[in-house]
């Protein structure tokens, strides 16, 4: 199972940014996804997910309103638009399928997990 995820990068607060998250019909065409970020010295945590038709997501409260998730079922992408990028924003994000369809909110609700991609915002 492989999980590619890209477009992270260096950017200034206020920037915006879109992460994908490439995998295979096989693994996530009936499956959930979600995006999770690892600030330096801190716990894992959650930060969007989206159910297998793209028909619900969950945000968590730090990124609602700036961070939009979707997926393009199909050729089997997770994206994560990010806009107004703050410093805290500073992590490496992940992406994960689901071992359900749902827009699963924890860590414990995903079966597969891409490497990172290294996001940081400077102020």
């Known amino acids: 199972v492989q999980l590619q995820a890209s477009g992270g990068g260096l950017v200034q607060a206020g920037d915006s940014l879109k992460l994908s998250c490439a995998t295979s019909?096989?693994?996530?065409?009936?499956?959930?996804m979600g995006w999770f970020r690892q600030a330096p010295g801190k716990e894992r945590e959650f930060v969007a997910s989206?159910?297998?038709?793209?028909?619900?997501?969950n945000y968590a409260d730090s990124v609602k309103g700036r961070f939009t998730i979707s997926r393009d079922y199909g050729a089997s992408i997770a994206y994560l638009q990010m806009n107004s990028l703050k410093p805290e924003d500073t992590a490496v994000y992940y992406c994960?399928?689901?071992?359900?369809?749902?827009?699963?909110?924890?860590?414990?609700?995903?079966?597969?997990w891409g490497q990172g991609t290294e996001v940081t915002v400077s102020s």
């Open positions: 019909k096989r693994t996530s065409s009936n499956n959930g």
């Open positions: 989206i159910s297998w038709n793209g028909g619900s997501s």
């Open positions: 994960a399928v689901a071992r359900g369809a749902g827009a699963s909110t924890s860590g414990t609700g995903f079966r597969y």
